[in-house]
């Protein structure tokens, strides 16, 4: 075993502000992975917040374990080291469950990775009684944990404030030396968001489409993901700072969860709903005790300037002494004030999203933003003291066409003209940063039907924005690689088959494993679905309705939008309950 990892580890244990570094004892050992490099692990706020909510549990213990970066993998091959944990150096297979936390599919070949690098069986049903029950949770896994299925034992689905811990403490009191398949089974029959992947026997139709998801004896045949009714009694901030961490030590604050917008890509905005926001009221005490540790405050939600009081939370920073970062902002709720704020904050970067060029587009994902909205912002950003701006786009959208696509550079173009016609030729936007994504339509969205544009087709879209930008010197252009998109495109909507693909692309590479395996991984990417089909994650309830995300489709591809979620008013999408007749 590798002295040079173990010595890693503990360097990076000592920098660390907040960890909890507990004693085994006769605690249930629970080794939390999140399946990536320990900057990008230690960003997540959702990884800090199950950490801790393990580790308050008396008869529990929970330490974390990371993907190696490049440099270390060398290290533990050479070694022959296996995965160990931050914090007291043990291999992940002397836990008793590696529970993984997941919030992107891009991350799922890695859990293969650390799995085979910690000895542990890939397939599930390979594992006996010496090796750790391997769990999942996360965003990720309650849109569609099916591509996973064959390498896990159990997932939470669901909001983990809302049952993570009964579900750690149901595991530690059935252990012993009873029947896995036993003990879980009874966890899928006792605590909500349950889903125990053994205890389903999906069928095929012959043109290869899911035709039934049967429940074995024991199993509900709906799993319902617990989500918390109110976000007060779980303050949700950072409890580690790391140095290292993508963020630096910024204490990271949630504001709210969940968007009322009703983006028809964004798959936040309808499992989460309904929206939930924090009261000022509430945060100024966590932003307090952050400043007591760190400079600088984050605030993070997915729209954190539609919040109500955001000036209120900004000023609140300030008047302490504290920096300020901010995760997401509408180009129609933000003005001069609040880019002041945030630049007296230290902000020099701001992020604008109108994932599409055309207005009409913008209609299509019911994004609610004309241009104008977009050149205000661009203007009060400007005047604010904001020097660079980042604005997302995506491509391969549903209905895009080319003049879609030519339309984002003249759009980046007219926000340009517009601030320097406000200033009367004074000022300039500073520096431009676009970023350029491939669509992948997700579970639980209206765009589930939607297929992923071919891989071709995205490159050239690409070259046609960039083509457009030729000539604005202060603008850059990042864009992602859309054959990694097509992978993220088949594991967001494959069913357990694509499980075999990424075994397969585990141990032979990707291109080997779509040349050679028998699934067809265009049959769950570039095909329109069909308004009746089922799909591999229609056993997870949400409350939403299918009929609902349904008729959103329509209106889409009828370029109509829909007004924002009132959860008080409108109960069209299920979530909050029939509307009552009488």
Request: glycine share 8%.
């Amino acid at each position: 075993m590798s002295t040079k990892i173990k010595a890693r580890l503990k360097d990076l244990l000592s920098q660390e502000k907040g960890a909890m570094v507990r004693e085994w004892g006769a605690r249930w050992p629970v080794a939390l992975v999140y399946p990536h490099i320990y900057p990008v692990a230690m960003g997540n706020l959702g990884f800090q917040v199950i950490y801790r909510l393990v580790n308050e549990q008396p008869g529990l213990v929970c330490e974390r374990a990371f993907l190696p970066g490049p440099q270390e993998w060398a290290e533990y091959r050479r070694t022959r080291t296996p995965i160990l944990t931050l914090e007291s150096q043990r291999p992940l297979r002397d836990f008793a469950a590696v529970a993984f936390s997941v919030s992107f599919e891009g991350d799922y070949p890695q859990i293969l990775q650390i799995l085979e690098a910690a000895q542990i069986p890939l397939l599930a049903p390979d594992r006996g009684p010496g090796d750790p029950l391997v769990l999942a949770g996360g965003v990720a896994t309650f849109l569609n944990p099916e591509p996973l299925a064959p390498f896990i034992d159990a997932f939470f689905l669901g909001e983990g404030e809302a049952g993570a811990a009964p579900f750690f403490q149901f595991l530690a009191e059935a252990g012993g030396t009873r029947d896995r398949q036993v003990i879980l089974r009874e966890l899928a029959q006792t605590i909500p968001g349950v889903y125990v992947p053994r205890g389903y026997q999906p069928h095929y139709r012959e043109d290869g489409a899911l035709a039934a998801f049967a429940p074995k004896p024991g199993f509900p045949p709906r799993v319902q993901p617990p989500h918390l009714p109110e976000l007060a009694p779980y303050p949700t901030h950072s409890h580690i700072l790391a140095p290292r961490s993508e963020w630096g030590e910024m204490f990271l604050v949630e504001t709210g969860r969940g968007c009322s917008r009703g983006c028809r890509f964004c798959a936040a905005g309808f499992v989460y709903r309904p929206p939930r926001e924090r009261e000022a009221a509430a945060l100024f005490p966590q932003i307090l005790e952050g400043l007591k540790e760190s400079h600088k405050v984050g605030l993070v939600g997915a729209a954190v300037s539609d919040h109500p009081e955001v000036k209120d939370l900004c000023r609140k920073v300030l008047d302490l002494g504290g920096d300020l970062g901010i995760s997401s902002l509408r180009a129609d709720s933000v003005d001069e004030e609040l880019f002041r704020l945030l630049a007296a904050g230290g902000v020099r970067t701001l992020a604008l999203a109108p994932d599409a060029g055309s207005e009409r587009l913008r209609r299509v994902l019911n994004k609610g933003l004309t241009q104008e909205d977009l050149a205000r912002a661009a203007i009060a950003l400007n005047a604010g003291g904001i020097p660079q701006m980042r604005l997302y786009f995506m491509v391969g959208l549903p209905t895009e066409t080319l003049e879609d696509i030519e339309e984002i550079p003249r759009l980046v173009r007219y926000l340009e003209h517009r601030v320097v016609k406000d200033s009367r030729g004074k000022k300039r936007l500073g520096q431009i940063t676009l970023s350029l994504s491939s669509f992948v339509p997700k579970p639980f969205t209206p765009f589930q039907w939607s297929p992923f544009l071919e891989v071709g087709e995205l490159k050239k879209r690409l070259k046609l924005v960039r083509q457009g930008l030729q000539g604005l010197k202060e603008v850059r252009v990042h864009t992602d690689l859309p054959k990694w998109a097509y992978v993220q495109a088949l594991l967001s909507r494959g069913d357990r088959r694509v499980g075999d693909l990424l075994l397969a692309a585990h141990r032979r590479g990707w291109n080997r494993a779509f040349r050679e395996s028998p699934v067809n991984p265009d049959f769950f990417t570039l095909r329109e679905r069909p308004l009746e089909e089922l799909f591999p994650w229609d056993f997870i309830d949400h409350g939403l309705k299918k009929d609902y995300l349904r008729e959103e489709y329509q209106r889409a591809l009828a370029e109509k939008e829909t007004q924002p979620c009132l959860p008080l008013v409108c109960k069209r999408c299920g979530v909050c309950g029939e509307i009552e007749k009488g």
